[in-house]
């Protein structure tokens, strides 16, 4: 990027730093990115200019872990992308269609509780990030593909590995023009054979939900929806099996790992902070005495809750680097950003700026589906204990490196139950899990 009266110079980038324009550029390999870290330029990109950086950057890895740009993620800008995103927002991630998964969120909540009450907890701390990566693992792949599966532990491990490749930073996306690089990298043989197990074990899957439409059962998955679609054919470009897989996969990876990563930090939060704690419990404990009279609207009554979920998505935003590419030649505060280059937004940086769900025409879709799963039952039904005398204040928060910000060492906590949870769990479940948060 060059300075406008520096015409001469196109590629020299520059990072927008919160107080002044400080010349820092980031290289990794080829790729020269611009870190925008001041609300100015944030807003610049991602509203006034949002546009022009309506698509984001692809690496090779990406490129054949998305077949090609499909799906929604990796989808470049355009009538495609805009097709999927209509499909995304209006018939898979409304509210209405969250809220008709509350059952499933209800089941999955209370296998969790029961889960940790089996535990014997007093002497051995309970891994809750392990549980927590249960639960929505479970609750995600019941709304997406109706109900769990026997090859559904391998899925998850290939949908695993397809995060951590396309998150990751490969050699082969560090140096894309390099034909040493391209012969000798083991990465694009990975993500080659990842993507065929994926499709393989989503094949069976489909070819299972077929059947069962064939004896007449309606919408009961998002890929029932998907395919419901598809055979209406009433599409500027008709849905095929192309297209359903990689948006199973994207959902399923923006949306799994995200919620369980926030409310795990979120629990790490309250135990590093026992005032909050007692106040986010005194709500629930509250709100839910005698809950088999409450109606779930009542649940818009954790104000406080819901604060401690802004500010822990603030102090720990799940994707904090909102990355898109420059579409056409750009000036930005005075800047030319040229076209082609990656912008990574670090919404981490833009602290008073609320951008944890992105903005603009590529912000997160997921928002109401992310947040439902983020449930207060951990807190009504028990207590919790940091292991091995270690204070509040000594509670570890290193995060681990990686495009997501996740817990460098998983959360271990001793879980002391409450019995006011043992009448009314099925119900208080039920009605947490439609904790839909505000903003
Ligand atoms: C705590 C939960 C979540 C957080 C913090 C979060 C955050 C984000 C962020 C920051 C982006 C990038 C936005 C941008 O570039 O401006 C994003 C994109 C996206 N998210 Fe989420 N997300 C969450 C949950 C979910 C869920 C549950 C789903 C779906 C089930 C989902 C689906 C997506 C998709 C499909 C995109 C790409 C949208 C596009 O490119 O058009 N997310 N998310």
């Keep these: 990027m060059a300075s406008s009266h520096n015409r001469k110079h196109p590629q020299s980038y520059v990072v ?22 001041s609300p100015e330029a944030a807003r610049e990109i991602t509203k006034a200019h949002d546009i022009t950086f309506a698509t984001r950057n692809i690496s090779t890895t990406n490129y054949i872990l998305s077949r090609g740009g499909r799906g929604l993620i990796f989808s470049p800008y355009g009538e495609y992308w805009r097709q999927m995103r209509k499909i995304c927002i209006i018939e898979l991630l409304n509210l209405k269609r969250v809220q008709s998964f509350g059952i499933i969120r209800e ?21 809750l990030k ?17 109900r769990k599966y026997s090859g559904q532990d391998v899925y998850l491990k290939e949908l695993k590995k397809l995060t951590e490749l396309s998150a990751g930073f490969n050699l082969i996306d560090l140096f894309p023009s390099s034909r040493t690089v391209n012969m000798l990298s083991r990465v694009p043989r990975e993500a080659k054979r990842t993507i065929e197990a994926i499709t393989e074990i989503m094949d069976g899957i489909i070819e299972e939900h077929m059947v069962r439409k064939a004896s007449g059962e309606g919408d009961v998955s998002l890929l029932d929806v998907l395919l419901r679609i598809k055979e209406e054919d009433a599409l500027q470009f008709p849905l095929t099996m192309d297209d359903i897989k990689p948006t199973i996969s994207d959902l399923f990876a923006a949306g799994s790992e995200t919620a369980s990563t926030t409310v795990e930090w979120a629990m790490a939060e309250l135990v590093r902070n026992p005032r909050v704690m007692k106040q986010a419990q005194s709500e629930v404990r509250d709100l839910l005495k005698g809950c088999t009279s409450i109606k779930n609207l009542d649940l818009v009554k954790l104000n406080y809750l819901h604060l401690v979920i802004k500010e822990t998505l603030r102090l720990h935003p799940a994707a904090p680097l909102l990355m898109r590419q420059c579409r056409k030649t750009c000036c930005i505060l005075g800047y030319d950003i040229p076209e082609g280059a990656t912008v990574l937004v670090n919404a981490w940086a833009i602290d008073f700026e609320f951008l944890r769900f992105g903005s603009g025409r590529r912000m997160c879709p997921g928002m109401s589906f992310g947040l439902a799963n983020v449930e207060p039952s951990l807190l009504y039904h028990f207590d919790w204990k940091i292991p091995n005398d270690i204070t509040p204040a000594e509670l570890d928060v290193s995060e681990a490196f990686g495009i997501s910000v996740k817990r460098k060492a998983p959360l271990c906590l001793h879980a002391v139950q409450q019995g006011i949870g043992a009448l009314c769990q099925k119900e208080s479940s039920s009605m947490l899990a439609f904790c839909t948060i505000r903003f």
């Design 16 to 37: 927008f730093a919160s107080s002044s324009f400080e010349k820092i550029i980031i290289t990794l390999g080829e790729i020269r990115a611009i870190v925008i870290t």
């Design 107 to 127: 089941q999955e909540i209370n296998n969790l509780i029961r889960s940790i009450s089996s535990l014997p907890s007093i002497n051995e701390p309970i891994n």
């Design 130 to 146: 392990d549980q927590l990566d249960v639960l929505m693992n479970d609750i995600t792949v019941r709304t997406m593909i109706g």
